[in-house]
């Protein structure tokens, strides 16, 4: 078996091109540009004479597909999956260039270097040491480089399984995120690997008034006045957590006061205990045991001495496990009250949470449990929801099995990841990308021998 140090160099290479690349997508439909870094895939697999397609839905947005064919067509095949668009940036927040791809006191710098152009080229560069070494599965492995995952997907993994299912179908499924680690109480060492992720119902709220001479304030029946006090109502909202057996596990694997993980497993004190807690992981906590509301969007109005008609609002909603859209108008008519008879509600991106089976009995798992112990001998895996969304979601519908899995270095933790995530100074310490590699690599070797 290789060693974490020699997928080292090679990640770090592809990853610098992938960060320059510069595939910034801002969820409309014409940026992302993610065929600089499909074609950057393309040419580095063929190098090894696999066969590489590109897929278009539209111009510039390529995804591409590799694959090792399987000697058994019956067995089980894994899909290495990892997207190549970013989020956009402010220069002005950086340290360093945000797409420079520098290597900096050991750690790559660089918009994607978490979120997850990592992974997504230690998983190529695993892809390709596979093919080098002549490996011949019994089930296909795929390796699956997608475009407008940022966006959710419509151009990238949607489009593509809606239009090439047979290109990228497998029984299990390997993505972001998860493999973040720290150690408990009892010294134990505890991996997350991702199983479960919340559902998305991104909704327009449209407030209504009446026009009016700005001079003349009072009493008027000003829209954006009332779409304040919405976004007040729905940030005071305090829906029922869902506090489900993965939920328990997480609280479990944590080093927590006894009463802190006492109150964060009682439906009454969770908010009370929460509202305790250092910002960073009570954010984390309350997403991971409510369905959410954040209003990020405000337009409308027509001049600054008129009195607006009409205000769009529109909010990140994210749901928890076994809740719909039928759940979602409910919610906002509690957050709301008097005033949700003034608002009308349309849908901009609707998708359910999905959770994919894991344990003992399933051969993903125990293949990812095998081989976290490689680099962490005695770890033990603890299943995790993803509070945002992937693009695991489209194998999961699909009733795939498709975990959110990767393994840093003991340096990088849940605060350490998330830090970095969509923010500031993104950037991936070296080690890591050799531990995610190996693993990938020897993860592939072993499901599909």
Same mark, same amino acid.
């Given at each position: 078996?290789?060693? +974490? ?155 593509? +399984? ?10 299990? &499924? ?23 992720? @919340?559902?998305? =119902? ?23 006045? @009332? ?9 005071? %909202? ?13 609280? =479990? ?49 027509? @001049? ?5 008609? &009409? ?127 190996? %693993? ?10």
């Amino acid at each position: 078996m290789p060693t +974490a140090e020699e997928f080292e160099g090679p990640t770090t290479e592809l990853l610098q091109t992938l960060i320059r690349n510069e595939c910034v997508n801002d969820g409309t439909g014409d940026t992302g540009f993610e065929t600089r870094s499909s074609d950057t895939l393309k040419q580095y697999l063929e190098g090894s004479g696999l066969d590489v397609q590109t897929y278009t839905p539209r111009d510039g947005r390529d995804s591409m597909v590799a694959r090792i064919e399987g000697s058994d067509p019956d067995a089980p095949s894994l899909c290495l999956m990892g997207h190549t668009d970013v989020v956009p940036v402010n220069p002005d927040g950086w340290d360093n260039d945000p797409f420079g791809g520098e290597v900096i006191d050991g750690e790559v710098w660089g918009r994607g270097a978490i979120d997850m152009l990592n992974l997504t080229s230690s998983m190529a560069v695993a892809f390709r040491r596979l093919a080098d070494e002549g490996f011949r599965p019994k089930g296909d492995l795929i390796y699956f480089g997608v475009g407008d995952e940022e966006a959710g997907g419509v151009w990238g993994a949607e489009w593509m +399984a809606e239009h090439h299912w047979d290109v990228i179908d497998a029984d299990y &499924v390997l993505t972001e995120l998860g493999g973040w680690s720290h150690e408990s109480a009892d010294g134990t060492r505890k991996v997350t690997i991702n199983v479960n992720e @919340k559902g998305m =119902a991104w909704r327009r709220l449209r407030v209504r008034g009446t026009p009016g001479h700005g001079s003349m304030p009072f009493g008027a029946d000003n829209a954006l006045v @009332k779409t304040a006090e919405i976004v007040r109502r729905l940030t005071e %909202y305090r829906p029922t957590p869902n506090l489900d057996d993965i939920w328990r596990r997480q609280v =479990a694997s944590m080093s927590l006061p006894d009463e802190v993980r006492d109150g964060l497993l009682d439906p009454a004190s969770i908010w009370d205990t929460l509202e305790t807690m250092p910002a960073p992981a009570a954010r984390v906590c309350h997403a991971s045991t409510h369905t959410t509301f954040s209003p990020n969007v405000v337009s409308g109005g027509q @001049k600054t001495n008129m009195v607006p008609d &009409v205000i769009d609002l529109e909010v990140d909603i994210r749901t928890v496990p076994g809740e719909d859209g039928d759940s979602v108008d409910e919610h906002l008519r509690l957050a709301l009250g008097d005033l949700y008879d003034h608002v009308e509600v349309s849908e901009l991106q609707s998708s359910p949470s999905t959770t994919s089976p894991y344990g003992e009995d399933n051969a993903l798992w125990r293949s990812v449990e095998k081989h976290t112990q490689i680099a962490y001998p005695g770890a033990e895996l603890v299943p995790g929801l993803i509070v945002g969304g992937t693009d695991a979601r489209f194998y999961r519908e699909r009733g795939k099995t498709a975990y959110g899995a990767g393994l840093y270095s003991a340096d990088v933790d849940f605060a350490t990841f998330g830090s970095r995530f969509h923010g500031h100074n993104e950037r991936i310490d070296i080690t890591s990308l050799g531990l995610s590699g190996q %693993y990938f690599h020897g993860i592939a070797r072993d499901l599909l021998s």
